[in-house]
């Protein structure tokens, strides 16, 4: 696309196609767990050509990233527009501690989608936007509450206790309300 013109809207039958996709992964996915499920048989359910479902998704963790798109959407407009402490209006140190609370609840009930799109290939969660906006928000947080600390790096390390990886290697050992607990007690270490 050149500068000035119109983004490319995508054709009608395109898009059906992309819902229904969507729709029966997520349906597969709740049904039978992530890895569980083929794209062949994603492809079937959705009535749909492999060549279509591969062609517009690449592969599983390009389908997982196109369904938390829209999960993760809905956590960006609470930190960017909805209530305090997660929305505008509270002070940092409680709007680092609301996000890692509701982030944490987030890949309890995501995790194995979340886990295959940043673990598909090395340094994939790094390059998804979502991970971009996390770090963003964090770091500005980090920022607003401590300007004397390096926020950059910071917001990676505090995000590290919420990978994906990290929380599927230790489901067995720590309930989701002791990781939120402890995700909250190093944010509080932090910018305490």
Do not use: C
């Not at 039958?13 to 819902?19: E, F, L």
């Not at 997520?26 to 794209?39: K, N, P, Q, T």
């Not at 998804?128 to 990676?156: C, S, T």
């Amino acid at each position: 696309m050149e500068f000035g013109q119109a983004p490319v809207r995508e054709r009608a039958d395109a898009a059906r196609n992309r819902v229904k996709i969507l729709q029966a992964a997520a349906r597969l996915f709740a049904e039978h767990g992530v890895a569980d499920v083929s794209m062949d048989q994603i492809a079937s359910a959705a009535q749909v050509g492999k060549g279509t479902l591969f062609r517009r998704f690449g592969d599983k963790s390009g389908l997982a990233a196109a369904l938390l798109d829209v999960r993760e959407q809905d956590l960006q407009q609470a930190i960017l527009r909805g209530t305090p402490p997660l929305g505008p209006g509270a002070p940092a140190n409680d709007r680092l501690v609301a996000f890692f609370a509701a982030y944490a609840l987030f890949l309890e009930e995501n995790l194995d989608l979340v886990h295959l799109s940043e673990t598909a290939s090395p340094g994939a969660r790094y390059r998804v936007g979502a991970y971009r906006f996390w770090h963003q928000h964090v770091r500005i947080m980090l920022n607003e509450a401590r300007p004397d600390l390096d926020a950059e790096y910071l917001a990676h390390a505090l995000l590290a206790a919420v990978a994906a990886d990290l929380r599927k290697a230790t489901r067995a050992s720590f309930s989701a309300e002791r990781v939120v607990a402890g995700v909250v007690q190093l944010v509080a270490a932090v910018t305490g």
